[in-house]
C-alpha cells in the first residue's frame, strides 16, 4: 500500500557509475531517508565527497509515511526536559527544533524547492485535562518559543485545551528529498551487506571513507550496542480523507494513543 506521498509518481533519480572494486569517498551514508539524505547533502555542499547507499528506493522507509510536520513541538516534552536535565540543556534542544524549521525554510526558498512547504501553527491537544499544558506552555515560553494556550480547535469534537507552537511547518517531504538527493551520488536497490571500520561492502565492492554515517532507523550493526535485542516494533496509522473539513493547523493528541491532524494538498 502507497502513502499519499507515494501517489505522485517523481521523476527516477540519476543513475550514478556503477562501484566495481574498491572506490573511496570522504564519507559513506547508509540509508537515504530524510535523515541520510539531509546529512548527506550537508556534507556535500560543504565539500565532502558524499556516497549514499540503500536498500530500496530514497525516501522509501519511514519518510514515505510521515505526517510530515516540520515543528518543535513533541507532544509534552519541555517540561520534562526541564526537570531530567535542567534548563540549559532544554533549550539547546528547544533552539535547535526552532532554527530546523527555518533551516528547511531557507532551503526551500534558496532551491526552489516544489513541495508544498506552508506555514501553519502547530497543536498538541487534551481531551479531558488541560493542567499539563499549562505546565508546557510556561516551560516552552521559558525556553524561547513562543507558546499560547486555547481551548478554540478546529477539531471534529471537543478538547479540554491546546497548546499552539506558532509559524511551524508541514511539506511533502518525498519531492523535498528528491530535489536534494538529485544532486548527490545516491546508489539506490545497493544494499550494504558490512560496515567494518570505515569501510562498506556491497554487492560487487567495498568503499572506503574517511567516516561512515547510518541512518537505517533499524540499526544494521549488532556492535556495538546489540540493539535488536532492545528494541520493540511500534507502529501507527495514517487515513487519507478526500473531501474531508479543512485545518489550518497541525493537530496531535497528548496522549500516545490519540488522533494527529493536518491538512495535505487542496
Not at 522507509?61 to 507532544?75: E, F, L, N, P
Not at 530535489?179 to 567495498?206: C, H, K, M, Q, S
Not at 532492545?230 to 493547523?249: C, D, F, T
Request: glycine content about 10%.
Amino acid at each position: 500500500m502507497k502513502s499519499i506521498w507515494q501517489m505522485e509518481a517523481l521523476p527516477p533519480l540519476p543513475k550514478p557509475q556503477p562501484l566495481r572494486g574498491t572506490v573511496r569517498a570522504d564519507v559513506a551514508v547508509v540509508g537515504a531517508g530524510m535523515a541520510g539524505i539531509l546529512t548527506a547533502y550537508e556534507l556535500h555542499r560543504r565539500g565532502a565527497r558524499v556516497v549514499v547507499f540503500d536498500r530500496g528506493k530514497a525516501g522509501g522507509g519511514v519518510t514515505a509515511g510521515t505526517t510530515a510536520k516540520i515543528t518543535s513541538q513533541h507532544r509534552l516534552i519541555y517540561d520534562r526536559l526541564i526537570t531530567g536535565f535542567g534548563e540549559e540543556r532544554a533549550a539547546q534542544y528547544a533552539q535547535a527544533n526552532q532554527r530546523a524549521i527555518r533551516q528547511y525554510a531557507a532551503l526551500v526558498e534558496d532551491k526552489g524547492i516544489d513541495c508544498a512547504f506552508e506555514r501553519r501553527p502547530a497543536f498538541v491537544y487534551a481531551k479531558d485535562d488541560a493542567s499539563a499544558l499549562e505546565r508546557e506552555a510556561a516551560a516552552a515560553v521559558r525556553l524561547g518559543i513562543p507558546a499560547t494556550l486555547t481551548d478554540r480547535t478546529e477539531l471534529p469534537f471537543s478538547v479540554a485545551g491546546a497548546l499552539c507552537f506558532p509559524d511551524q511547518a508541514q511539506f511533502d517531504p518525498l519531492r523535498f528529498l528528491h530535489a536534494l538527493a538529485g544532486e548527490l551520488t545516491v546508489y539506490e536497490d545497493t544494499p550494504v551487506w558490512n560496515i567494518e571500520g570505515n569501510a562498506v561492502t556491497f554487492r560487487g565492492g567495498r568503499l572506503r571513507a574517511k567516516a561512515v554515517v547510518v541512518a537505517t532507523h533499524y540499526p544494521i550493526l549488532n556492535t556495538p550496542g546489540y540493539y535488536f535485542l532492545r528494541m520493540h516494533q511500534q507502529r501507527s496509522y495514517v487515513v487519507a480523507l478526500s473531501g474531508a473539513p479543512p485545518v489550518e493547523g497541525m493537530y496531535l493528541d497528548a496522549e500516545e494513543s490519540g488522533f494527529s491532524f493536518r491538512q495535505a494538498g487542496g
